[in-house]
């Protein structure tokens, strides 16, 4: 079973992998601890990206947007804040992809979910398809030519 730790550490590693096969740039911070873990050099762009472990529960895959700390007085949960970064790039080990989600979609939520099968009433209003927020295609367009 692996850590958290070890978790983001192949998140990042994935999201890092995916991004420079697309010709971006990719940087990463000094120091550990800050509210993005890479930056992405797409054109003449700088963009702030917080990285996720994603893992497929049911038909969605679950991006967590809060993160975790341990304390003295217990576990310690803070959602993410306007102006803290760009984008979540999450990796979703199950299935070997990597997804782009920007920051201003979903702002102050606590989870996104983003749906691989349709839903069983055929509900399409208010969900978030997986497809979607494609890693390779969502850059791909930002970066464009």
């Known amino acids: 079973m692996l850590t958290t730790d070890q978790k983001g550490a192949i998140a990042e590693t994935a999201i890092t992998h995916s991004a420079t096969k697309l010709g971006i740039d990719v940087y990463r911070p000094i120091a550990e601890g800050g509210r993005y873990d890479l930056i992405f050099g797409v054109g003449e762009h700088l963009l702030r990206i917080q990285c996720k472990w994603a ?3 049911g038909d969605v895959i679950v991006v967590r947007c809060y993160s975790s700390r341990r304390k003295r007085d217990g576990l310690v949960r803070r959602v993410y804040q306007p102006g803290e970064f760009d984008a ?21 939520r606590a989870q996104i979910l983003l749906r691989l099968n349709p839903t069983k009433n ?12 494609d890693f390779v295609a969502r850059l791909s367009r930002l970066k464009g030519p």
Not at 102 to 107: I, T
Not at 122 to 133: D, K, R, Y
């Open 88 to 108: 979540f790039a999450a990796y979703c080990s199950e299935l070997d992809r990597c997804y782009f989600i920007p920051y201003e979609r979903f702002s102050g």
């Open 122 to 133: 055929n509900q399409n209003l208010g969900v978030n398809w997986a497809a979607e927020f």
């Open 55 to 57: 893992p497929v529960i």
